[in-house]
């Protein structure tokens, strides 16, 4: 079958590629389309894959915008067995007296000339000791499950609130950060974000091999003469597909375990960070506080996320005993549903090898007349609205090389 653009991906990024290329074909391995940006439905029971929502308001499309609600972000920190404000920066203040002390006093003796070479060094010099072991390393280590100092710093800018001395020291700002405000559907689930048309996506259809010199991409179902083709898969699964794979490219996975439980909510955040190590999850947040109608009325949503590389660790129990330490579940037995989601790719590490090998791939594959994009397209760490944009600069390119209409 021959096909001018062919899509590998019907996540977030190749459903706007493909909302910008009419004609394209877009090829998807799984049952469903969105991604990670898709909802598991059950009855009146709604679960994204972990936290999903759209940090940007920016958007042209008017027509997303009339689905959407902008929400205040309510976010927490669980440490020193109380929850406190987020960013940990301005609100470490009632903590214990040792660890204020160790914040304030790390923060004024920083090394403000202190040479940057990865994360580690980066919290040293812009915020200290303190603040770094009690909670910038805890946290960030047991995300990506990888040392601060193996770590790059040139992913921060864009998510590390940019704070003064007189914020940090005396406290009390909480809406600062790229996501101080958010928006999610109106309609239960965040993939009513999406816009596609099953008939325009192969569902269930594995990409096996890209013979990149004759521009044809095999299917365990079938094959396809391209001219060009685009991928929002993961960057080292693209090029293994093309018989030039990669290695160094490191991530750690997800495995996100959601609860609905009968009662009312226990909190009205939206999340909450997790940096002590003696809970499994770094993060825990609350659907249901962002839209109500994510269950029956009568009942609330938890979702768990746990990172881990290579072998799963996954103690239910314990995991339980936690929330429940954290006042977030009453009862186990008020537990009515369960339902568990395992991420492969969860989070891109940004180790020091990862931007120039990145770069490598992208030009190999421009040459080959093949297109990257997205979060585990470009390998990166990004939210949703950004893929949006990408994918939109990725159409449009490719439209330019074919002369298509722009």
């Not at 499950?145 to 704070?163: H, K, Q």
Request: glycine fraction near 6%; include cysteine; charge should be positive.
């Amino acid at each position: 079958m021959d096909k001018r653009v062919i899509i590998l991906g019907a996540g977030v990024s190749g459903l706007t590629m493909k909302n910008e290329m009419d004609d394209a074909l877009i090829i998807e391995k799984n049952e469903f389309a969105g991604g990670l940006c898709h909802t598991f439905r059950f009855d009146e029971f709604h679960f994204d894959c972990t936290g999903h929502y759209l940090h940007s308001d920016k958007s042209k499309d008017k027509e997303l915008k009339k689905k959407m609600k902008k929400i205040k972000r309510k976010a927490k920190i669980f440490i020193e067995n109380r929850f406190i404000d987020y960013p940990f920066q301005t609100h470490f203040h009632s903590l214990k007296k040792n660890t204020v002390r160790e914040c304030i006093e790390g923060f004024m003796d920083r090394d403000k000339t202190k040479e940057v070479k990865n994360l580690k060094d980066w919290v040293m010099k812009y915020y200290g000791k303190g603040i770094g072991e009690h909670f910038m390393f805890p946290y960030n280590e047991k995300l990506w499950r990888t040392p601060s100092g193996r770590i790059s710093y040139d992913w921060m800018s864009s998510f590390i609130p940019n704070l003064t001395d007189d914020e940090v020291l005396h406290g009390g700002k909480s809406s600062v950060g790229y996501n101080s405000f958010f928006h999610y559907p109106k309609s239960p689930g965040f993939d009513n974000i999406l816009k596609f048309n099953d008939k325009d996506i192969n569902l269930k259809e594995k990409a096996v091999k890209i013979d990149v010199s004759k521009k044809i991409l095999y299917t365990d179902k079938s094959d396809y003469k391209y001219d060009f083709l685009a991928s929002s898969i993961p960057l080292p699964e693209l090029m293994k597909l093309t018989g030039n794979p990669v290695n160094g490219l490191e991530y750690t996975s997800v495995y996100n375990v959601n609860l609905a439980v009968k009662g009312e909510s226990p909190a009205d955040f939206h999340w909450v960070y997790v940096p002590e190590n003696k809970y499994r999850f770094y993060r825990v947040g609350i659907p249901s506080n962002a839209n109500k109608l994510m269950c029956p009325k009568g009942h609330y949503l938890l979702s768990a996320e746990i990172s881990y590389r290579g072998k799963r660790n996954l103690k239910y129990e314990e995991m339980i005993e936690s929330l429940k330490s954290m006042k977030l579940l009453k009862d186990k037995k008020k537990i009515v549903m369960r339902f568990d989601i395992d991420i492969k790719y969860g989070y891109v590490i940004y180790n020091m090898t990862r931007k120039d090998k990145v770069e490598s791939c992208v030009k190999y594959l421009s040459e080959k007349s093949i297109y990257t994009s997205g979060r585990y397209g470009l390998w990166e760490y990004s939210f949703v609205s950004q893929d949006i944009i990408n994918a939109i600069k990725t159409a449009k390119a490719i439209k330019e090389k074919t002369k298509w209409r722009v």
